[in-house]
C-alpha cells in the first residue's frame, strides 16, 4: 500500500517523473497518489501510465491529478496504463486539465480490460473531452460487476453519441447500485437524453443523481 498526498505543493514534472517512475511495484496493490494543484505535467503522467502497467496486482487506485499541467498527450497514456485485470476501485481525478479524446478513447479501452471493477469515479468535468472520446469512454464502462458509478462530465462538449453509448453501458450492469452521472453543461439533446434515461433500468438501482440542466434534453428524455 501507497499513500502520497503531495497536493499544493511546489512539485513540477522535473520530480513528478523520477516519483512516477518510482511507483512500478509489481506488488502493489493499494495506491493514493494526491498531486493535485501541483505543475507536474506529461512528462510525470507518461511515467506513471507505465508504471502502472507494471502493478498487476492493483486493486485499488485513487488519483487526484487534477488542476495541474497534464495535457490529452499525458492523459492517454496514463489511462492506457489502467489496464489492471484486478482493479475493483478506481477514482480518477482529471477536471481543470486540458486532456481530451484521446484520454477518453484510451480511458474506455483500459476499463474494458478490468472485468472486476465495482467502483468507479471518473471525474473530467471542465476538460477538452468531445463527443467522440466521450463515446469511447462510456462505451467502456460495460462492467457487469460495477455496482458504484459516479461519471462526472460537466463543462465539456460531450453529446448524444456519449449520452447512447452510456445508457447501453448501463442496460449490462445488472449490479448497478448507486449512480451519480453530471451531464449538464455539455452538448447533449433530447436523443442522447432519451436513451441515457432508458438504460438506467437497473433492477438493483437504489440511489441515482442525473444532473441535466443546461442541455436540450426534452419531452423524451
Not at 507494471?54 to 488519483?63: D, I, R, T, V
Not at 477514482?91 to 486532456?99: A, C, E, G
Not at 438504460?199 to 434534453?217: I, N, W
Request: hydrophobic share 40%.
Amino acid at each position: 500500500k501507497a499513500v502520497l498526498p503531495l497536493y499544493n505543493t511546489k512539485i513540477t514534472d522535473v520530480g513528478g517523473e523520477p516519483l512516477a517512475r518510482g511507483l512500478d511495484r509489481p506488488e502493489l496493490k493499494d495506491l493514493t497518489l494526491y498531486l493535485q494543484d501541483t505543475t507536474v505535467g506529461d512528462n510525470f503522467a507518461i511515467a506513471f501510465g507505465a508504471s502502472l502497467r507494471a502493478c498487476h496486482k492493483l486493486e485499488k487506485a485513487q488519483l487526484g491529478l487534477y488542476s495541474t499541467k497534464i495535457t490529452d498527450l499525458g492523459g492517454q497514456a496514463l489511462a492506457q496504463g489502467l489496464t489492471c485485470p484486478g482493479l475493483h476501485d478506481l477514482d480518477l481525478r482529471l477536471f481543470d486539465t486540458i486532456v481530451g479524446d484521446n484520454t477518453g478513447i484510451a480511458l474506455g479501452s483500459s476499463l474494458r480490460a478490468c472485468d472486476k471493477l465495482e467502483k468507479a469515479k471518473v471525474l473530467l468535468c471542465s476538460s477538452q473531452l468531445t463527443d467522440h472520446g466521450g463515446q469511447a469512454l462510456t462505451a467502456g464502462l460495460n462492467c457487469p460487476e460495477l455496482r458504484d458509478l459516479e461519471l462526472v462530465l460537466h463543462d465539456t462538449a460531450v453529446g448524444d453519441n456519449t449520452a447512447i453509448a452510456l445508457g447501453s453501458s448501463l442496460r449490462a450492469c445488472d449490479n448497478l447500485k448507486r449512480a451519480l452521472l453530471t451531464l449538464y453543461s455539455t452538448q447533449l439533446t433530447d436523443h442522447g437524453g432519451q436513451a441515457l434515461s432508458e438504460g438506467l433500468k437497473c433492477p438493483e438501482l437504489r440511489d441515482l443523481e442525473l444532473v441535466l440542466h443546461d442541455t436540450a434534453v426534452g419531452d423524451n428524455t
